[in-house]
Each structure stands twice: as structure tokens, then as C-alpha cells.
């Protein structure tokens, strides 16, 4: 497994394009991250066992799983065409999620029901749910008829997202102030990419998410009407998505204290050049503090501005101390 790393993490000339000490052999300390994962995985393994809410049998049998599923498998197994990286939340900050264009309803449930069966093996299951976003409703048809053995799944339509709860999981009771991320978009076409980042967000935890919808800047009384939702004491970022001019993140961006990450949309006519031309203003934005991804990337996003507020949440943490 860790060859398999260190090949993907080394361009074709032989060059590491990250930090050396993560490749080199001459480095004591070379196999850190992977082996840092791996101890803690089997850390949190004997725990359970210690707390009696795995068996040491099945311990050892979800170890042998792994490595097996490591080494590549039987050729006939989810092995053959997905390698599932079930410790990026803990790694990242921000959980895997499946992205589900061009991929078949059999590999979209294959993989969901395999993060689900992990999530409930590890005692994660009050992490929220699963997602698999850009999903076509024709593709979600045939999903549901396709049974999950440690899951329930719900579509989302507007968002285009299957969600997949692992058994047994649900919404954490928390007395905890969530911070809250607001998702605006400039007019209902933008909606899809919108919801994207909404249910994405929900899907993540730990944030509130308010929506703002159609307010975009061909009535700027409409986002003059919604300053008190965006200046809002609690709210720690904002996510817009635009298409036609994108000119919208730069007038929030002048209007509140927080960061504002701009989503470009495809939604125009001819020279909008499916996103490009509201991206080009995006980045040409004069408000600071505006951030831009891909064109339709709600998940994207949602995930910037997450780790946005996550990086709050550190330094407050820190300043307590």
C-alpha cells in the first residue's frame, strides 16, 4: 500500500511533488502518514475491543479486509474499480464523498455501502451521512433498486445528491453553537449548484447552513433586503454562486466582514462561455476576501468554506488555552 502512494505521489520524472521527507528512503521518518493512519486505525480498533463493543475476532477480520483490499483483491470485487480512501476525514477535515458522473448505479451503491459498512464498524456513524453527488434522477432510478446491506439512502433532487445514512446513524444531539455558512445564489437557475453546497454542508456537520435565493444584482434591493441574514454575529463565511456576470460575490464581498467564496455557475447566453465569463469576473473581483472555484463546483465550495470555518474554530481553541 504504501509503494502504491509513493508511486502516485512521484511525477514521471522521478520528482516528489510534495515535501521530500514524505519520499525519500533515506528519511527515518518516511513512512509517517501512512503509518501514523494505519496505528491510529488499529488504535481505535482495540479500544473497542477493550470496550467491548467489537469482538477480537471481528477486529481482526475488518485488519484482514483491509490489507486484503489494499493488496488489490479478488478482481471481481469493489477493488477492481474503486479505491476507497476511508481516512480522508480524519486526515483532511472533510469527509470523501463519491462523485457519481459517468460512474453506474452498481459502482455509485458498491462504493456508498462499503463507506457505510466501514463508517459502522469504526463506531462513525454519528458523522453524518454519505453523499454522492451529480447523480441524474434517471441514475437514481435504477440506484433504488439496488438493495444496501448498511445504509439507507435518500435522494436529493435539486442537489442531484444521494445521501446514505449508515445503520444505525442519525443527527448527533449537540448543545454546541454551530457557526453558520450562508449559501446565496443570484437568480433560481443557480439553484442546482446552490443546493450542491447546501446538503453538502449538512451532510459535513458541525455548521448551520442558511440559504438566500434570487438575489442577484439586477434588483440590488434584493440583497440590501437580506443584510441582516449576512451580517449575522454568527456567520462565518458565505458561498455565492453566479452565473450571467458573476458580478454578485463582489457585491457581498463589500458588504460583510466575512470570507466569501464565489462559485461561478454555467447558467447564461453565448459569450457567458458556460461559466467562464462570471468566473473571469470572479477573479477579477475588487472586494478582498472573495476565493473562487471551478465552474458548477457546489461541493467544492461547500468544502473550502467548511475548512474556512474550521480554521476559525482552531484559533479560537487555541486563544482559550
Same mark, same amino acid.
Given at each position: 500500500m504504501l509503494r502504491r502512494i509513493l508511486l502516485q505521489l512521484v511525477r514521471p520524472s522521478g520528482r516528489s511533488v510534495v515535501r521530500s521527507r514524505y519520499v525519500s528512503s533515506s528519511s527515518p521518518d518516511s513512512d509517517d502518514v501512512p503509518s501514523r493512519w494505519r496505528r491510529e486505525r488499529i488504535s481505535s480498533l482495540l479500544k473497542r475491543v477493550a470496550e467491548g463493543t467489537v469482538s477480537p475476532s471481528d477486529a481482526a477480520k475488518q485488519i484482514d479486509d483491509e490489507d486484503q483490499s489494499a493488496a488489490g483483491g479478488d478482481p471481481s470485487s469493489l477493488a477492481s474499480f474503486a479505491n476507497i480512501d476511508h481516512l480522508r476525514t480524519s486526515r483532511t477535515g472533510f469527509p470523501e464523498a463519491v462523485f457519481g458522473q459517468s460512474k453506474t448505479p452498481g459502482q455509485i451503491a458498491a462504493i456508498l455501502d462499503d463507506m457505510a459498512r466501514v463508517a459502522c464498524e469504526r463506531g462513525m456513524m454519528k458523522r453524518g451521512p454519505i453523499l454522492a453527488t451529480r447523480v441524474s434522477p434517471e441514475a437514481f432510478e435504477r440506484f433504488r433498486s439496488i438493495d444496501l446491506k *448498511?445504509?439507507?439512502? #435518500?435522494? *436529493?433532487?435539486?442537489?442531484?445528491? /444521494? @445521501?446514505? #445514512?449508515?445503520?444505525? =446513524? =442519525?443527527?448527533?444531539? @449537540? #448543545?454546541? /453553537?454551530?457557526?453558520i455558512i450562508v449559501v446565496a445564489t443570484a437568480g433560481t437557475t443557480d439553484l442546482p449548484v446552490a443546493e450542491e453546497a447546501a446538503v453538502t454542508l449538512e451532510a459535513a456537520g458541525g455548521v448551520r447552513v442558511r440559504r438566500i435565493y434570487d438575489v442577484g444584482v439586477a434588483g440590488l434591493h434584493r440583497i440590501l433586503g437580506a443584510l441582516p441574514v449576512l451580517c449575522d454575529d454568527e456567520v462565518e463565511c458565505v458561498i455565492v454562486c453566479a452565473g450571467m456576470d458573476g458580478a454578485l460575490p463582489s457585491v457581498i464581498g463589500g458588504l460583510v466582514d466575512v470570507p466569501v467564496v464565489a462559485v461561478p455557475t454555467s447558467v447564461g447566453y453565448g459569450v457567458s462561455l458556460g461559466g467562464v465569463a462570471a468566473a473571469l469576473t470572479m477573479l477579477n473581483s475588487c472586494s478582498p476576501g472573495v476565493g473562487v472555484v471551478n465552474i458548477d463546483n457546489g461541493f467544492g465550495g461547500a468544502a473550502l468554506a467548511y475548512k474556512i470555518v474550521g480554521c476559525w474554530k482552531k484559533e479560537r481553541r487555541r486563544l482559550k488555552e
Open positions: *448498511h445504509g439507507s439512502a #435518500t435522494y *436529493h433532487d435539486m442537489a442531484r445528491i /444521494i @445521501s446514505v #445514512t449508515p445503520n444505525g =446513524g =442519525g443527527v448527533p444531539d @449537540s #448543545t454546541e /453553537i454551530k457557526p
